[in-house]
Structure formats: C-alpha cells, structure tokens
C-alpha cells in the first residue's frame, strides 16, 4: 500500500514537472506569435497579454512594406529545396558507389571523405569568401548552393544505408541488362527512400535555419536570406537599444511557426534522422 | 530496334558480358565523381588555402605580404582573441556539464512510463530543434530586455533585483546560455531516449527484483547502458559549442557583437568579425586554424572513444 501512494505521488508529480517544463518551453514562441499582432506598448506591458487587445496585422504590413521580406523568404525556401534536392541526389549517387563497388581507390577515398568531416567550417570561411568573390557570386544563389550540394557527412549517411541494401537485387537487374544508373535510379533510390526521408528533413533545415555563411556573403538587401534578413532588421543595434519589435516578432514568427507545423507532421523522420546520424557515426 | 535485337541486348552474350563489366568498372568513379569535384573546389582548395593565409598579411587587394608567424605571434598576444577563448571554454563547460545532464534528465522524464501525453511532450520538448536560432534570440532579447522583458518583470514581481542581461559583461554569457538551453537540450534529449529505448527491459526489472531502488537502478544499469550514447553527446556537445555564432552574434547585435566589454564573444565571432568585417584574411586564417587544431584533438577523442566501443 505504501510503496503503491509513493508510485501514484511519483507518477504525479512526474506528470506536473513534464507539463511546467511544456509549457516553460514552449512559452517563447506562444510570446512570440502573440507579440508579432500587438502595438509596441503591449508588448512591453507586465503582466503581458495573451491574446492581443488590439490583435492587428500592422506588424506584419510593416514587414512587407518596409522590408524586402519577400524576397528574403523565396530566396530562402529557393535556395533550401533546391540544396536538399541536389544533396540528395548526389549523396545518394556517391552513397551507392561507395556501398555497392569495389574499386581502385576505393578505401582512400572514403578515408578523405570521412577525415574532411572533421574539418570544421570556419576554418574555410575565409578562402571560401574570398573564392566567391572572385567568382562574383556574392549576393547570388550559387554561393548559398552550389558548395554545399554534397556534404561528406550525408554521402556517409548514405553509404551506410545503401550497404544494408541486398546487392543480389542489383545482379539479377544486371542480367535483366539493366545500366549501373538504371539500378541506381530503379532499384537503390526507391529503398533508400527511409534514409532519403531522413536526409531531405535535415538538409532542408539546415539550409533554411543556416547564417553564418549568408551572412557572410549576403550584403544586398533583396539578396539576403530570412534569418540575414531578419538580423538585419535588428540592424546595427547595441544591446538594449530599441529595435522596430513588432515586424521582428512579426517576421520571427513567418520564419519559425511553418517548419514546427511541418516538424510536428514529420517529426518521426526527423527523429529517425537525427538518430541515424548519431548511431552510425 | 527489333525485338530479336532486344532479346540479344538482354541476353548475358559474352560481348555483352564485357561491355557489362567494363561500366561496373567506370560507374562507381563517376557515381563519386560529382562528390569529389565539388569537394575539391569548395573544401580541398579552401583548406590548404587557410593555412597557407595564416602566413600572410593580406586584405584582398594587391599582393599578399609574407608574415612567416607574425599572424600567430599577434595572436597570442591578443587580449580580445583569449577573451574570446575564455568565453568560448565557459560555453562548453555549461554546455558539457549543465545541458547534457539536463538533456538526460528531460529523456529519462519523457521515456516514464507513468508519463501520459507522451506524444503531445515529445512534440513540446523537441520543437525548439527546427527552430532558427536567429528567431529565437531575436524573441529571447525581447525577454532579456532590462525594462521590458518578462524575465525582469517577473524577478521584480518575485521580490529580486532586476538583472540587465544584455548589458552587465558579469550576466550576459549566461544569457547566451539561456538561449543555447533551450534550442540544444531537446536535441540532446532526442539521442538519450533513443539509447534509454535501447536498454532492455529484462535489465531493470532483474535489478528490480534484486531489490535495487530507482536510484540505484539508474546507477547500475541505466547509466552504464548509456556510456556510448554520453559520450557521443558530449563529443558533439564541445564540438558544437567551440563553433558557437549565431546565438550570441544575434543576441547583441551586430553593433557590439561580442555583448559589453565583449564578455559575450566566441572564437567564431572573433573570426568573423577580423575577417568578413576587417578583411584581416590572414589574421582570421589564424584563428580558424586555432579552431581547427581543437577541434580536431576532439574528434580524435571521439573516434578513439568509439573504436574503444566497437572493440568492447
């Protein structure tokens, strides 16, 4: 009877700490979404309102008159689909040469391919900032595209997947005279859908969410990317000083509430993704 | 074409055997090959250009001036580049201590079985993970706000002294901090729960009936059974936090990024600003290979570790 109270107070209190921390959590962007239709002295006011008083879309006006925050949402969702398409491609491509071959050079290779992933970023910033410029493609889509279309990591990812695919599959393909990209394109990319799932959700937010990179190459204001975009609303701002709030929270919002609607519907491939990558590594 | 001509095609003829073979051959290098061209160009290229930059003194334009190690002597001596080194080892530090144990306790939390809902906190708690990080400082500088914000308004309400977040250098890691908890520890927690899932059942309830209590049940069985998972996360939470940008450079501003008396700064923002806002080519190419080095050593750690593992 005892230890059965203790478990029935556990369990509660379990449940209530889960529930607080919800609710702490999600807090930020339930303040966010309220806070991008109030006027600025409502959103400054303590203790704040949950539903705007005045709920009006001024904020999100301004946001569309006073920035360019259109072009900074098709640059980013152009540039994130067409990444995530390409990485895919590529990565599946590369995957499936290095899981279904042997060849000369085979092990180098790949031992290239996995060391470059410990390499981080920043350590190319600055040659690759510099190649852009010379390329004059700052302020373009290529620089936000085109060295990114084949990460080591997911080419990895890939392999790993496409190992677990049977290779008898490919061999009586083969004697059906099927072309090596015939069975890659009939047989290897309809299997690896799973892992196609799971990269597609991580490239595509990763492009979408990335800053360092645009920031560093964006500096045209109808260039910029959503997340460039919006920090610059902030623009050259010291902490604490004021800042236009309202189109901030207004445009925070557009950036983030789409991709939780999309997390929530695809969160299991995203999970799986996410643990994939860990687990294989 | 016929269809006697296609039944040859498809026929395994010796001609046809060799033709097979020889594109088995060439396939996997041009399968690689678009990998390994942009690999080459974007990566390779850049790569060995930041450590030749590192001994050069270059702007940009006009000829690039031989430096030899000035770049790293100005370096070390640089008392804004080891502010920014000691910023950075406290990020990690909280990272690795504070995040990674919370990040735990979030999974052990939404793997219970006594927990309902499931489903519906799962989403809660992992939502921040998709979120740009951008966004959220630009809501977390609204709370951090010295007037303003709630966090103040509530310390006020609580009887507290208000804090100014984003303008006292003795807070205002901690509020980068603050960011970092909540965009990091669901991704975190992700990873535990999928190793909690891993442990067999049979394994705590044994202990169970060995008369072992939850306590030491996390002790003896859980945590053990984690080691991989923790040390995983750990490796990818010092990696991770060593690049630290976005959050502290958003956060401050682009006016004073590093925060007052740059208190706030991080090994990348430093690299950033010396090199994308100063055009300090080589100088930036020294931080980035100071960067790298660490790095580096981590990720030997990590592979090390996880050889270890397989070896068990």
Same mark, same amino acid.
């Given at each position: 009877?005892?230890?059965?109270?203790?478990?029935?107070?556990?369990?509660?209190?379990?449940?209530?700490?889960?529930?607080?921390?919800?609710?702490?959590?999600?807090?930020?962007?339930?303040?966010?979404?309220?806070?991008?239709?109030?006027?600025?002295?409502?959103?400054?006011?303590?203790?704040?309102?949950?539903?705007?008083?005045?709920? +009006?879309?001024?904020?999100?006006?301004?946001?569309?008159?006073?920035?360019?925050?259109?072009?900074?949402?098709?640059?980013?969702?152009?540039?994130?689909?067409?990444?995530?398409?390409?990485?895919?491609?590529?990565?599946?491509?590369?995957?499936?040469?290095?899981?279904?071959?042997?060849?000369?050079?085979?092990?180098?290779?790949?031992?290239?391919?996995?060391?470059?992933?410990?390499?981080?970023?920043?350590?190319?910033?600055?040659?690759?900032?510099?190649?852009?410029?010379?390329? +004059?493609?700052?302020?373009?889509?290529?620089?936000?595209?085109?060295?990114?279309? $084949?990460?080591?990591?997911?080419?990895?990812?890939?392999?790993?997947?496409?190992?677990?695919?049977?290779?008898?599959?490919?061999?009586?393909?083969?004697?059906?005279?099927?072309?090596?990209?015939?069975?890659?394109?009939?047989?290897?990319?309809?299997?690896?859908?799973?892992?196609?799932? $799971?990269? $597609?959700?991580?490239?595509?937010?990763?492009?979408?969410? +990335?800053?360092?990179?645009?920031?560093?190459?964006?500096?045209?204001?109808?260039?910029?990317?959503?997340?460039?975009?919006?920090? +610059?609303?902030?623009?050259?701002?010291?902490?604490?000083?004021?800042?236009?709030?309202?189109?901030?929270?207004?445009?925070?919002?557009?950036?983030?509430?789409?991709?939780?609607?999309?997390?929530?519907?695809?969160?299991?491939?995203?999970?799986?993704?996410?643990?994939?990558?860990?687990?294989?590594? | 074409?016929?269809?006697?001509?296609?039944?040859?095609?498809? &026929?395994?003829?010796?001609?046809?055997?060799?033709?097979?073979?020889?594109?088995?051959?060439?396939?996997?290098?041009?399968?690689?090959?678009?990998?390994?061209?942009?690999?080459?160009?974007?990566?390779?290229?850049?790569?060995?250009?930041?450590?030749?930059?590192?001994?050069? !003194?270059?702007?940009?334009?006009?000829?690039?001036?031989?430096?030899?190690?000035? !770049?790293?002597?100005?370096?070390?001596?640089?008392?804004?580049?080891?502010?920014?080194?000691? !910023?950075?080892?406290?990020?990690?530090?909280? &990272?690795?201590?504070?995040?990674?144990?919370?990040?735990?306790?979030?999974?052990?939390?939404?793997?219970?079985?006594?927990?309902?809902?499931?489903?519906?906190?799962?989403?809660?708690?992992?939502?921040?993970?998709?979120?740009?990080?951008?966004?959220?400082?630009?809501?977390?500088?609204?709370?951090?706000?010295?007037?303003?914000?709630?966090?103040?308004?509530?310390?006020? &309400?609580?009887?507290?002294?208000?804090? %100014?977040?984003?303008?006292?250098?003795?807070?205002?890691?901690?509020?980068?901090?603050?960011?970092?908890?909540?965009?990091?520890?669901?991704?975190?927690?992700?990873?535990?729960?999928?190793?909690?899932?891993?442990?067999?059942?049979?394994?705590?309830?044994?202990?169970?009936? %060995?008369?072992?209590?939850?306590?030491? =049940?996390?002790?003896?069985?859980?945590?053990?059974?984690? =080691?991989?998972?923790?040390?995983?996360?750990?490796?990818?939470?010092?990696?991770? &936090?060593?690049?630290?940008?976005? %959050?502290?450079?958003?956060?401050?501003?682009?006016?004073?990024?590093?925060?007052?008396?740059?208190?706030?700064?991080?090994?990348?923002?430093?690299?950033?600003?010396?090199?994308?806002? %100063?055009?300090?080519?080589?100088?930036?190419?020294?931080?980035?290979?100071?960067?790298?080095? *660490?790095?580096?050593?981590?990720?030997?750690?990590?592979?090390?570790?996880?050889?270890?593992?397989? *070896?068990?």
């Amino acid at each position: 009877m005892d230890t059965k109270m203790q478990r029935r107070i556990g369990a509660i209190v379990l449940n209530v700490v889960v529930g607080l921390g919800g609710i702490i959590i999600i807090l930020p962007v339930v303040w966010m979404l309220s806070a991008s239709f109030k006027s600025t002295a409502e959103i400054y006011r303590f203790p704040p309102t949950l539903i705007p008083e005045n709920l +009006s879309p001024s904020n999100y006006q301004r946001l569309v008159t006073d920035w360019p925050f259109w072009n900074w949402y098709v640059n980013s969702l152009f540039v994130a689909v067409v990444v995530t398409i390409a990485v895919l491609f590529f990565s599946s491509l590369a995957g499936f040469g290095f899981a279904k071959y042997r060849f000369r050079g085979n092990k180098v290779l790949f031992l290239i391919l996995l060391g470059s992933t410990m390499i981080p970023f920043q350590l190319i910033l600055i040659p690759l900032f510099i190649i852009m410029s010379r390329l +004059s493609w700052t302020n373009t889509y290529n620089a936000l595209i085109i060295p990114f279309m $084949a990460p080591a990591v997911s080419i990895f990812l890939m392999r790993q997947f496409i190992t677990s695919i049977p290779s008898e599959l490919m061999e009586s393909a083969r004697i059906d005279g099927a072309s090596e990209f015939g069975i890659y394109w009939r047989i290897i990319l309809p299997l690896s859908r799973p892992a196609l799932a $799971a990269l $597609a959700v991580l490239t595509f937010l990763g492009s979408w969410n +990335s800053f360092l990179w645009p920031l560093s190459v964006l500096r045209a204001r109808e260039a910029m990317t959503l997340p460039v975009g919006l920090a +610059s609303i902030q623009g050259g701002l010291t902490a604490g000083s004021e800042a236009p709030i309202g189109p901030s929270m207004a445009g925070a919002t557009l950036v983030t509430i789409p991709i939780i609607l999309v997390f929530i519907l695809v969160q299991r491939h995203y999970i799986a993704g996410l643990t994939a990558a860990s687990v294989k590594q | 074409m016929s269809l006697t001509d296609l039944e040859q095609v498809r &026929s395994p003829s010796a001609a046809g055997k060799t033709a097979g073979m020889a594109q088995i051959r060439i396939a996997p290098y041009i399968f690689i090959s678009p990998f390994f061209i942009l690999f080459a160009v974007f990566f390779l290229f850049p790569t060995v250009f930041a450590l030749i930059l590192g001994f050069f !003194n270059w702007r940009g334009l006009g000829q690039p001036e031989w430096f030899a190690l000035r !770049n790293y002597e100005r370096l070390f001596r640089d008392q804004i580049f080891w502010q920014s080194v000691q !910023n950075t080892i406290f990020y990690s530090g909280f &990272s690795l201590f504070i995040i990674v144990p919370l990040a735990l306790l979030e999974a052990m939390a939404l793997n219970a079985k006594a927990l309902r809902f499931k489903t519906l906190w799962r989403i809660l708690y992992f939502a921040p993970i998709v979120t740009s990080t951008v966004a959220v400082a630009i809501v977390f500088r609204m709370l951090y706000n010295r007037e303003f914000g709630i966090i103040n308004n509530l310390l006020i &309400s609580l009887g507290a002294a208000p804090v %100014d977040w984003l303008g006292d250098p003795a807070w205002v890691k901690w509020a980068v901090m603050g960011v970092v908890v909540w965009r990091w520890t669901g991704l975190l927690a992700v990873y535990f729960l999928a190793g909690l899932q891993a442990i067999p059942e049979e394994l705590h309830e044994a202990a169970a009936i %060995d008369g072992a209590n939850a306590f030491q =049940r996390f002790l003896h069985v859980t945590l053990p059974s984690l =080691r991989p998972v923790i040390l995983f996360v750990s490796v990818i939470v010092l990696i991770g &936090s060593m690049q630290i940008f976005d %959050d502290p450079q958003v956060l401050f501003g682009a006016g004073s990024p590093g925060g007052p008396a740059n208190a706030g700064l991080s090994i990348v923002q430093y690299l950033y600003t010396r090199g994308i806002n %100063d055009l300090l080519f080589g100088y930036a190419s020294a931080v980035g290979l100071f960067l790298f080095v *660490v790095i580096f050593v981590l990720s030997l750690v990590q592979f090390r570790v996880f050889r270890g593992f397989e *070896v068990d």
